[in-house]
């Protein structure tokens, strides 16, 4: 079994688990864990160029987007 996210193309939305019993989604992560175990999981390794997500967060703060509402602004 591969992986639905691996499946998807760039920006593709996921199936949404929240319509699947409890049972479905418990057989899912099952059939998932037994194609790629936790410990696997945990061998994962950010790529030397990756950017600070939280340099990200507070750079995107400080820009702002103009077709958002802002709290700091009046409306």
């Given at each position: 079994m591969t992986s639905a996210m691996a499946e998807l193309p760039?920006?593709?939305v996921p199936?949404?688990?929240?319509?699947?019993?409890?049972d479905e989604r418990a057989s899912r992560g099952r059939a998932l864990r037994a194609h790629?175990?936790?410990e696997q999981q945990a061998t994962w390794k950010a790529p030397a160029n990756?950017?600070?997500?939280?340099?990200?967060?507070?750079?995107?703060g400080?820009?702002?987007c103009?077709?958002?509402c802002r709290c700091d602004t009046p409306a």
């Open positions: 760039p920006g593709a199936a949404q688990t929240h319509i699947q019993s409890i790629q175990p936790r990756r950017r600070n997500p939280i340099e990200i967060l507070i750079e995107q400080e820009r702002g103009p077709t958002c």
